[in-house]
């Protein structure tokens, strides 16, 4: 796939010099992609594409380049704009328009979003939303067909369910380019019919198809790729980055709010020959940590410290990324290529000077100069929290016996730090007909409703290990069904909680000593907020603040810890308002042995 020029016959002219080019960058250390050579020139760009590169290398002077507008470089070092490979823009909080206002001036120029976050609330509906919305932006935002709504069909409901002829209509969108990332791996090994059919018609389209294939190796690995997908954003080792990259597949290093794998990844890989199947990404990082640390550029420079050569770095993150997609004009400097650039005031710190998106200057010193005209859409107005009729009642866990000791599977966590669960076998009290947990610190009842409005499900499970030794969480971000989950151990705080969400629309919301401590309120989808970055920042630095007061002070954004609670493709333990999923065996595992 080619972005084409709008004027392919002026952009020749301008080429061969017979016309002006519309801006000349002068005076650029241009970092050239293929090559992995830094050298002194001047760029030409003519209508959005680069016409010409003048350069001081092989003995040549540098001629200077007609333009009716110069921008001067003055030797800084000038990159392709940067692309983030896997995004979920939800996951910033934030709406596509205002995510857009945050990270240009970072210098991220084009993402890969897949919306399967806002699909599993509002179907279609919800990407042809992160599709209109993100027109007419100083960026590009390629938007991925969710191709997993829910995650596993029959282990959990979401707001939907996607089957081929969805994934079709949404692949007819103008700026959808492919698949969205296969997360049912379990159902491509096994050849479920969903799956498979799914898979057919993207790869008869010729269409991109992003992977999720958390540590998969050996046969399993192999079925995955002959399935179809060519990427994984789900590495955390670096063996499992090797064994990818060594059969082919595209790792997507990821650097987000919830998972830090770069520099293990990098650790891993540097020291091969070949690195033009390591991409970056940030899947998942919040507006907070936006505005504090940066977006791509942050990940660059996050490789770049881990041992990663900056060119590297900044290839992984620019042509690696293009190629994967099949987008054989982005992601480098180049005549022909699309001309988006970053002037960096360092190599290696990443830090942005200017950002030019096709061949407009669009942000300098970190200020956005092109404006982004704020709209407003109908389905950011609507309350996606159906839930009615809550009592009480519904937050016990109701035993098999009275009174007594009961064995029980338990999800455990690993850590803090991680989303990896295990199914334990406990022992637990029973009084009076239900689950208690009075002497027992860690563990917490987990509580997982479904707040779409079609079914009335909910299931009760038990977890250890989440974090909090105090209060009770509760979240509407629930990936990937985003049904409303809660952690506890008080059932009135439960309650409360849960009141809460459903009266904001949806968000987190906490609660100490029985009362509402503190809430995000996420309007739209239960998911995002209309509110800008620097709004959503304050109320969720409160929020972690909390957080950390309730016991999860190991992992620095304690803000997504829930979030993975429910999400059944990750292993093994998750829960979902079915019940308990055992992941690696698709089945659902009664919370009580026999």
């Not at 064994?243 to 520099?263: F, H, P, Q, W």
């Not at 563990?443 to 707040?451: C, E, G, T």
């Not at 509110?531 to 959503?536: C, P, R, T, V, Y």
């Amino acid at each position: 796939m080619k972005i084409l020029s709008r004027d392919k016959r002026g952009l020749i002219e301008a080429a061969i010099g017979k016309r002006p080019c519309d801006l000349v960058i002068k005076n650029a250390s241009i970092v050239n992609v293929f090559t992995g050579e830094i050298y002194n020139g001047h760029i030409g760009i003519y209508a959005g594409f680069i016409a010409h590169i003048s350069t001081a290398i092989d003995n040549q002077d540098i001629l200077d380049i007609e333009g009716k507008q110069y921008y001067d470089a003055k030797g800084k070092h000038v990159i392709p704009g940067l692309i983030d490979s896997h995004i979920h823009i939800e996951s910033t909080l934030m709406t596509p328009r205002n995510f857009a206002k945050e990270v240009i001036p970072y210098g991220t120029t084009t993402v890969v979003t897949d919306p399967h976050e806002i699909a599993n609330v509002h179907g279609i509906r919800g990407v042809k939303y992160m599709h209109d919305s993100s027109e007419d932006l100083p960026m590009r935002q390629y938007v991925l067909a969710p191709s997993c709504v829910p995650a596993v069909l029959g282990f959990e409901n979401a707001g939907t369910e996607f089957f081929a002829e969805e994934i079709e209509e949404m692949l007819d969108l103008d700026r959808v380019l492919g698949l969205g990332e296969v997360m049912d791996f379990i159902g491509v090994v096994e050849n479920s019919d969903r799956m498979v059919s799914i898979l057919e018609k993207a790869e008869k389209r010729g269409s991109f198809i992003q992977g999720h294939a958390p540590f998969l190796s050996g046969r399993m690995l192999s079925a995955y790729l002959c399935g179809g997908a060519t990427t994984c954003h789900e590495s955390r080792t670096p063996k499992e980055a090797r064994d990818k990259l060594r059969n082919g597949m595209y790792v997507d290093a990821r650097e987000s709010s919830i998972s830090k794998d770069v520099t293990e990844i990098v650790k891993g890989v540097k020291d091969f020959r070949y690195l033009e199947n390591l991409t970056l990404c940030t899947d998942d990082r919040e507006a907070d940590e936006i505005l504090k640390s940066g977006h791509m550029n942050d990940v660059v420079r996050t490789a770049i410290k881990a041992g990663l050569h900056p060119i590297d770095a900044i290839k992984a993150a620019t042509l690696n990324s293009a190629r994967e997609i099949g987008v054989t004009n982005l992601g480098a400097i180049a005549p022909g290529y699309v001309a988006d650039l970053v002037v960096l005031e360092d190599l290696e710190d990443v830090k942005v000077k200017a950002v030019i998106f096709e061949g407009e200057l669009v942000a300098e010193n970190g200020t956005l100069l092109k404006s982004i005209e704020d709209k407003k859409y109908d389905i950011e107005l609507e309350n996606s929290v159906h839930v009615d009729n809550l009592s009480l009642e519904d937050f016990k866990l109701k035993a098999p016996i009275e009174n007594g000791k009961i064995k029980v599977n338990v999800i455990r966590y690993e850590g803090q730090r991680s989303s990896s669960t295990k199914i334990v076998e406990e022992v637990v009290d029973v009084k009076d007909g239900y689950v208690s947990l009075e002497d027992n610190d860690d563990l917490r009842f987990v509580i997982v409703i479904n707040r779409h409005g079609k079914l009335d499900t909910k299931a009760i499970g038990l977890v250890r290990g989440f974090g909090i030794d105090k209060g009770t969480l509760g979240s509407t971000i629930s990936h990937d069904s985003h049904n409303l989950t809660i952690v506890y151990k008080d059932i009135n705080e439960a309650f409360k909680v849960a009141e809460d969400l459903i009266s904001i629309g949806g968000g987190i919301s906490c609660a100490i000593d029985g009362e509402i401590k503190e809430h995000i309120q996420l309007e739209v989808a239960g998911l995002m907020t209309t509110k800008d970055a620097s709004e959503i920042a304050v109320v969720a630095e409160k929020m972690k603040e909390i957080l950390r007061g309730m016991g999860l002070n190991e992992i620095k954004n304690p803000l997504l810890r829930i979030v993975t609670l429910a999400l059944p493709v990750i292993p093994e333990g998750k829960m979902s308002d079915l019940g308990l999923i055992n992941v690696n065996k698709k089945e659902i595992v009664n919370i009580f042995k026999n």
